[in-house]
């Protein structure tokens, strides 16, 4: 059974940090992307972060490129997103997600970790 979990959200105020996990059990992780996504209230959700199978390929999208770094553990099933310098705007639930081959086509999802950035 696939299983992802997300831990490390919180409240932080602006200019603050947050790492995000994305613990994972179940199956082969060392064979599938990992996402990040996002969705704002009353937004639709968004990609952030993809980190590649092996861990040798990242990408961001522009609005966090520079304060936000993927990574993961293969050998603990566990993702990272390590967030720096938050804005308001970053307050979002964040879901991490595996794909297969590509970010683009997430297959399974974890039920999301709230970050609240506010002064």
């Known amino acids: 059974q696939f299983q992802l979990v997300e831990s490390g959200g919180g409240l932080v105020q602006p200019g603050g940090s947050l790492r995000l996990s994305c613990a994972t059990s179940?199956?082969?992780?060392?064979?599938?992307?990992i996402g990040w996504f996002r969705q704002a209230p009353g937004k639709e959700r968004e990609g952030v972060s993809c980190?590649?199978?092996?861990?040798?390929?990242?990408n961001y999208v522009d609005s966090v490129k520079g304060r936000f770094t993927v990574s993961r553990d293969n050998a603990k099933n566990t993702a990272y997103l390590q967030m720096s310098s938050l804005k308001p705007e970053d307050t979002a639930v964040y879901y991490c997600a595996a794909a297969f081959k590509s970010c683009d086509y997430p297959l399974y999802w974890g039920q999301g970790a709230q970050v609240n950035v506010s002064s």
């Open positions: 980190i590649s199978d092996k861990g040798d390929s990242r």
């Open positions: 179940g199956f082969t992780f060392g064979v599938y992307h």
